[in-house]
Every structure is written in structure tokens, then in C-alpha cells.
């Protein structure tokens, strides 16, 4: 069992708006590589080197072959404990938020209610040429990267490195953190921006933030607290604490 601070729960018991800002460690504990040290390989590239319109221009297959690997791979996983305990806070409290910087659906298909996915989702796929959107059944198991009927080169609607976030998004990201009674870190190293901005953004606004982590992040130092362990046990046992409270 893990001791919850008096502190948290004070916080939990009068809040409202509750936010999750999750990162690719949610989804850890659900198969799916991080992004950090080596299981973020591939074929030797970091994801950095493909993650990028350059990467995708000079090289459409392997970029294409990269994310045809990764579909593969979340098209077999499944929401963990985690993600499930995220949707089981909307049993407790009347408004509550993820705001992910994964792409892997998995909140989704976990039955969360309010998602903002702040890099896209790489189930959904777009010409860069008319961009005419395309699922990823329309060509599950091409290698080579497909064309669109006009000719042009198709992409998954992700944002790559180097490219703007969708602005309205970001804008409610904000605003739903700024007024949330305490947001929720789990599973982010906090490297990347300006995602790794909204965990500052909700503690400069006095609200509540706790990192839920195995390992302390970018922005440990900042936060209000540091809950480590894998977010597949401490947001389920927070879930019963809470249950337990009511
Ligand atoms: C932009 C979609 C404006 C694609 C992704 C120099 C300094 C600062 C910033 C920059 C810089 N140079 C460039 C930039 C900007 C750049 C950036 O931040 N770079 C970083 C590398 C420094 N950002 C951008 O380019 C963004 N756009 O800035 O636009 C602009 C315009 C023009 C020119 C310049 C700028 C766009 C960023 C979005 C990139 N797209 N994903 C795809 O997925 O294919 S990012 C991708 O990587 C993920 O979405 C995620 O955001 C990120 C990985 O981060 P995490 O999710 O935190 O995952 P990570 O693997 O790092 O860490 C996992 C964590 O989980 C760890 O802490 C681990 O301890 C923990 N963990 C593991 N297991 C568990 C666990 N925790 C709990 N339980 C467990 N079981
Ligand atoms: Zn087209």
C-alpha cells in the first residue's frame, strides 16, 4: 500500500477538475517502448532522426516502415491499470482531463471522456499534397510509404519535431491546467516542449501538481510532489484510496 500525503488528500478530497498530463510511460506498462534509452531505438535511429517532415521527404519508406512498426505493436496492447484508473476518477469528480502526448489511442480505448491528444494520433493519416485524410486500415500492410490518389505522399497526422502543435489544443491544454484543483504529471521525462511547458504552467497558476513517475523527470525540482512508482500501481491505488475516502 502506498501512504498517500495528508496534502494530497486534502487536495483530492475538495477538488473538482482533476487533469492527467501523461506521457509515453503510461503506456509503458502496456508494451509499448518509450522513447528514452535504447527501447526507443530503432534500426538504430533515435526517434528525433524519423519523427521529422525532412526525415519523411528523404526517406518516405523507412519513416513510413517506423510507424507501420509502432501501429503494429499498440494494435496488439492494451489500456493498462493505469489508464483504467484514469477513467475511473470520472466516478469521483466531476471534471476530468488528459491531456497525452502519446499518439497510441490507448486512453481512448481505456474509455476516458475528455482527451486532448497534443502530437496527434497514429491511427489517423493525411496527404501532404490535398490532404485528404486516410485511416490506417486503408493500407494496413504496406511497407512502402503509400501515395494518395492525387499523387502525393501520405503521412501520419502526428506532429513531427520541428512542427507547431494544433494551437486551439494547446490554448485548452492551458487553460484547463491553469484551472484545474490539481493536475496530475504521470509518465513523462518532461524533455519535450512545449508540452513539458503545461506542468509549469498549472504550478506558476497555484495548482497542485504531482508527478507520478518511476524515476524523477525534467521538472521533479518544480513540482508540489513526487509520487515514484509505475503509474500501472499508484493511480490504481490512489482510485481505491479515494473509493475508500467517499
Ligand atoms: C515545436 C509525436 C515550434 C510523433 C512527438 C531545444 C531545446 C528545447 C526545445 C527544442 C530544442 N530544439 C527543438 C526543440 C523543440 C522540440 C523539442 O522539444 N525537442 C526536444 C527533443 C528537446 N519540440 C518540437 O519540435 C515541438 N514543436 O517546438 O514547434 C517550432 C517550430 C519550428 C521550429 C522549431 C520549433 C514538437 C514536439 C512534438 C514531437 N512529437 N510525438 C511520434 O510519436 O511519432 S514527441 C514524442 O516524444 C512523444 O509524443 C513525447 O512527447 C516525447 C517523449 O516524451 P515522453 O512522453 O516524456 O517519453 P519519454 O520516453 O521521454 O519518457 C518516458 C518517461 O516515462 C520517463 O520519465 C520514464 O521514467 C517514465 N516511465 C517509464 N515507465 C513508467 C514511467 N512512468 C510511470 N510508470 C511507468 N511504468
Ligand atoms: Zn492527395
Known amino acids: 500500500m ?42 538504430n535511429f533515435r526517434p528525433e532522426e524519423l519523427a521529422n517532415f525532412k526525415a519523411f521527404i528523404k526517406n518516405p519508406a523507412r519513416v513510413w516502415e517506423w510507424y507501420q512498426f509502432r501501429r503494429d505493436i499498440i494494435l496488439s496492447a492494451k489500456p493498462n491499470a493505469g489508464h483504467l484508473a484514469i477513467r475511473e476518477f470520472e466516478k469521483f469528480f466531476p471534471s476530468v482531463t488528459v491531456v497525452t502526448q502519446n499518439v497510441d489511442n ?3 480505448l481505456a474509455g476516458s471522456s475528455n482527451i486532448l491528444e497534443l502530437h496527434g494520433n497514429i491511427m489517423k493519416n493525411y496527404c501532404i499534397r490535398c490532404s485528404k485524410r486516410y485511416d490506417f486500415q486503408t493500407f494496413e500492410n504496406s511497407l512502402s510509404s503509400p501515395k494518395c490518389e492525387c499523387g502525393g505522399l501520405i503521412r501520419p497526422d502526428v506532429v513531427w519535431f520541428g512542427e507547431n502543435l494544433n494551437e486551439s489544443v494547446f490554448a485548452e491544454a492551458e487553460d484547463t491546467v491553469a484551472s484545474a484543483d490539481i493536475v496530475f504529471v504521470a509518465g513523462s521525462s518532461n524533455i519535450v516542449y512545449p508540452a513539458a511547458l503545461l506542468p509549469q504552467h498549472a504550478v506558476n497558476n497555484g495548482v497542485y501538481t504531482v508527478e507520478i513517475n518511476i524515476e524523477r523527470s525534467e521538472l521533479s525540482g518544480v513540482l508540489d510532489e513526487v509520487l515514484l512508482g509505475p503509474s500501472g500501481t499508484v493511480i490504481p491505488e490512489l482510485i481505491k484510496k479515494i473509493a475508500g475516502q467517499k
Do not use: C, D, M
Open 2 to 43: 502506498i501512504a498517500f500525503s495528508e496534502k494530497l488528500i486534502e487536495k483530492l478530497s475538495g477538488a473538482q477538475r482533476v487533469v492527467f498530463l501523461t506521457g509515453s510511460g503510461i503506456s509503458a506498462e502496456s508494451g509499448i517502448p518509450t522513447f528514452r534509452g535504447n527501447e526507443g531505438l530503432w534500426k
Open 106 to 108: 490507448l486512453h481512448r
